[in-house]
């Protein structure tokens, strides 16, 4: 804004305008004056804050007063009386000041020019946030009632401003930085199995100097104690192996971090167990076959972490043929290589099943003596590894009740049993017939003649050869005592032989007895089924 002066002026003042004209601008109206020494008179010094500190606020007080000038009513001078609001503005963030009000006497219109007012103190306070030459500026506002260019041209809120200069020498007051700094490791990657990475790993290096301190220059790093390598961001560790990474950083002060304590041992394998195999862990338990559980194991290599552990898993079934069960291997660091099959091997633990006897023997059935079928033999069913044979044993033509058992046997050892019974009846033998009485004894003259008389029978069938007889014995014992003798005399009946024949439906044989007395015989028939007759003889 500039200064115009009325068409109505007077010579006189314009004359005096044109002397005022010499002077500066601000003395044609009041003015902000500003005081940075603190101290009265105010003056219009800037404020210079000597050397101080970066990062710390330093204060210090400058005063604050209007200057009397112009013509009262016409051009920007306050009104008598006024109350003179002042606000502060600053150039630059790092600097503020506080405001205040200045109360103008009554009588502002008649006090002389250039007569200052009284003054507010406002506190100036520098944080200056860089170290060197700070030169700022704070405007100081002065708002009140006041009469604007014009003729008595009153406005409520006339504005003056007044500048004052800060200056200060900004220095680095922190004590020396004698911490170096400290570096962390983050590795990033797929943890595996007890503390190995199953992936590449990223290295980030991370450091911090201290509080105040002079700040990072470098980190470095050593992989496995090679060269010495300026770390210029995080780094990858591609391959399988184990990794020893020291670190350290050096701070702008040559603060040198121990690299001694900062040692980490990196292990990766991304590599499976490899070569695996797998098979039975013992021999075939016959003839190429298992015939029952069997372990199957396997085991593999693995270069980097080693193996951990492989499959091994009992192999029960089903029967089969060049079987085969899978099987992985997994190493120290977790990763698992398979699943392969295992070598093939025969495995049969069903026993052949379906037996069957083959012949004309039944179960169940009774025979005569003499009429039992010829041992039978035995088949069954095998699917898998085959049947290798069948065999019948306690096959038997004696009397009794008998028990045939086939046993199958299939080609890898398994057996099954099946059993028949039957029974072998003995003959019947009649007899003896008169004169020879039966359950006493019969009394004869010794050297006689006895016949005895007597039939056999299977069942309903009456056996007429002297061939079913196998023998006739007379066995000699003292008749008191009811012991047999020593001296018993035996004779044996002959087939064939004269004395024994079959005739009138009957078996005859006529015993021609001992010339002992006082003797006692027991006469004996025995049949070739093993059945006997007996009859007592007393010699007299
Ligand atoms: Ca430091
Ligand atoms: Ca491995
Ligand atoms: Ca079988």
Redesign the pocket.
């Known amino acids: 804004m500039r200064w115009k002066a009325p068409k109505t002026l007077t010579h006189a003042i314009a004359l005096a305008a044109i002397l005022t004209l010499a002077l500066p601008w601000a003395a044609l109206a009041d003015n902000v004056v500003t005081d940075g020494d603190g101290d009265l008179p105010v003056s219009n010094s800037p404020l210079n804050l000597g050397t101080i500190c970066v990062g710390v606020s330093t204060s210090a007080t400058a005063l604050i007063a209007i200057s009397r000038n112009g013509n009262y009513g016409t051009s920007n001078v306050f009104q008598n009386g006024a109350v003179v609001t002042i606000s502060a503005e600053s150039s630059s963030s790092d600097l503020s000041a506080t405001g205040g009000t200045i109360k103008l006497p009554d009588n502002w219109d008649t006090i002389s020019n250039n007569v200052l007012s009284e003054s507010v103190a406002s506190t100036v306070t520098l944080t200056p946030s860089a170290t060197g030459a700070f030169n700022g500026t704070i405007t100081y506002t002065a708002e009140g009632p006041g009469f604007g260019p014009g003729n008595n041209n009153p406005i409520p809120n006339m504005t003056r401003t007044g500048t004052l200069t800060v200056t200060a020498t900004v220095q680095d007051c922190a004590p020396a930085d004698t911490i170096p700094p400290t570096t962390t490791i983050q590795l990033s990657g797929t943890t595996g199995n007890n503390d190995w990475f199953i992936s590449p790993v990223e290295v980030t290096l991370t450091a911090t100097d201290n509080d105040g301190g002079s700040g990072v220059a470098a980190t470095y790093y050593q992989i496995n104690n090679g060269e010495v390598q300026t770390y210029s961001g995080a780094f990858m560790l591609n391959q399988?192996g184990i990794y020893e990474i020291r670190y350290w950083s050096e701070d702008n002060a040559g603060n040198v971090e121990e690299a001694q304590e900062n040692i980490v041992t990196i292990k990766i394998?991304q590599?499976?167990?490899y070569n695996i195999t797998g098979g039975p862990d013992r021999a075939p338990d016959h003839n190429g076959w298992y015939n029952k559980p069997v372990t199957i194991v396997f085991t593999g290599q693995?270069?980097?972490?080693g193996i951990d552990s492989c499959t091994e898993v009992t192999y029960g079934g089903p029967d089969g043929a060049g079987v085969t069960v899978s099987g992985v291997c997994t190493?120290v660091?977790g990763?698992t290589g398979g699943p392969v099959a295992s070598s093939p091997f025969n495995y049969d633990a069903t026993a052949p099943t379906d037996i069957t006897f083959i012949g004309a023997l039944l179960d169940g059935m009774e025979y005569y003596w003499g009429d039992t079928p010829p041992e039978p033999t035995c088949t069954a069913t095998d699917t898998v590894s085959g049947l290798a044979s069948c065999e019948v044993t306690g096959y038997s033509t004696a009397v009794g009740e008998h028990t045939l058992t086939a046993t199958a046997t299939d080609n890898a050892g398994n057996t099954a049993t099946k059993t028949l019974t039957y029974t072998v009846k003995a003959w019947t033998l009649s007899g003896f017939f008169q004169p020879v009485d039966m359950g006493t004894y019969n009394t004869v003259k010794g050297g006689s003649t006895v016949p005895l008389k007597f039939q056999v029978f299977k069942g309903t069938t009456e056996v007429t050869s002297p061939a079913a007889i196998a023998s006739i014995t007379a066995t000699a014992f003292k008749c008191e005592a009811g012991v047999p003798s020593s001296d018993a005399e035996e004779w044996a009946a002959t087939t064939g032989a004269t004395e024994l024949r079959y005739t009138g439906g009957q078996f005859m044989y006529n015993w021609k007895t001992p010339k002992t007395p006082g003797v006692c015989y027991k006469v004996t028939v025995t049949t070739q089924d093993g059945s006997k007759l007996t009859a007592l003889f007393t010699l007299k």
């Open positions: 399988d394998d590599t499976a167990p693995d270069d980097v972490s190493d660091a990763n």
